[in-house]
């Protein structure tokens, strides 16, 4: 699969992820719909524009859209395992794992 269609189904990933995690507390909830509502945007921002993009150029644009991304789900993980949610945050977890391995291959 070329970077492209890997960028976009991430992009879908996100939105899914966004819709799936639910908490217990209604703070949480929030907090981490929020960050999680970043990661998202983010990454969907770029989906349209990621096949215009040069192959020698991907990697030059989509590192730190990617790494904006994975930060802004590492905040929503975190606020999940620091609530004991290891359910909720294994899902963010691995959506982090598809970024890296999408880095990696840049």
Do not use: C
């Amino acid at each position: 699969m070329s970077i492209s269609a890997r960028y976009r189904t991430l992009s879908a990933d996100a939105r899914l992820l966004q819709k799936k995690i639910t908490t217990s507390s209604p703070e949480l909830q929030d907090q981490v719909e929020r960050e999680l509502a970043k990661a998202t945007e983010t990454l969907v921002a770029f989906a349209e524009q990621v096949g215009e993009i040069p192959q020698f150029k991907l990697e030059k644009e989509l590192t730190p859209v990617l790494i904006k991304a994975h930060g802004e789900l590492d905040r929503a993980r975190l606020l999940l395992e620091a609530a004991d949610d290891e359910v909720n945050a294994e899902r963010i977890w691995d959506m982090e794992q598809l970024i890296y391995r999408l880095l990696n291959d840049l």
